[in-house]
């Protein structure tokens, strides 16, 4: 049961992760530190990784932006 929902969870963390607008690269940006974080270091993990991908996720999508063009 925790599995598929797990996987479920991921696959919306990644899916938001690519959005594209300042507020909407916070949110996918909390998202997918939060979702790195529940794995690594459990529920602690998620709120610290929440609010460090909150800060950078804007940084980090104009950067990999930059990169691929």
């Known amino acids: 049961m925790r ?3 797990l996987a479920s ?3 919306t963390t ?3 992760g690519a959005c594209g ?3 909407e690269q916070r949110i996918g940006g909390a998202a997918v530190g ?3 974080g529940a794995v690594v270091a459990g529920p602690v993990g998620a ?3 929440g609010a460090a991908g909150a800060v950078s996720g804007p940084s980090v999508v104009r950067a ?3 990169a691929t063009r």
Do not use: D, F, K, Q
Request: aromatic letters at 0%.
């Open 9 to 11: 969870i991921l696959t």
């Open 64 to 66: 990999t932006r930059r």
């Open 21 to 23: 607008n300042t507020v």
């Open 3 to 5: 599995l598929p929902l």
């Open 34 to 36: 939060a979702g790195t």
């Open 14 to 16: 990644l899916m938001l």
């Open 47 to 49: 709120v610290v990784g």
